[in-house]
């Protein structure tokens, strides 16, 4: 059996993705996970977390309806649905654990004009430090230069 995660922030957008996904084949179990837009800074101070949580459950209650109105009645039976915390990384190891290793992660998500979206994936441990080595060893090198030349 095939199992998708479906990472979903506008129901318009994504719907004719996912109803094309689940013409395919009935042995699909989909997780549609609904990805609700982060609060700016200044609308968000005044919020608290109850207040934060309520906000993403309301976002997400009308993003589903939204997908059930555009999506076909045979391809409703066959989703599951959650709603993301961030960051979307941690969403995709809790989904990874209840669901298996084979989960495949497709981002559906519309990207904003100039903004980089979030990755669904952590970057692997040893990667952070990587792009620190070459500015490192160029700064040590030119160092060590100006030492021999005083």
Known sequence: MDRFALYVNDAAHAAPMIAALLVGGADRACTVVLCPPRLSHHAGRFLSDRQRRQWRTTWSDRAQGELLSLLP?????????????????????????????????????????????????APPVGRQQAGWGAPAAVATSVAAVLALVD
Do not use: C, F, K, M
């Open 73 to 121: 009645a045979s391809a409703v039976s066959q989703l599951n649905w959650a709603t993301a915390d961030h960051p979307l990384h941690r969403t995709a190891g809790r989904l990874r654990r209840q669901q298996g290793a084979g989960l495949r992660l497709l981002d559906l998500r519309r990207s904003a004009a100039g903004a980089t979206p979030a990755a669904l994936e």
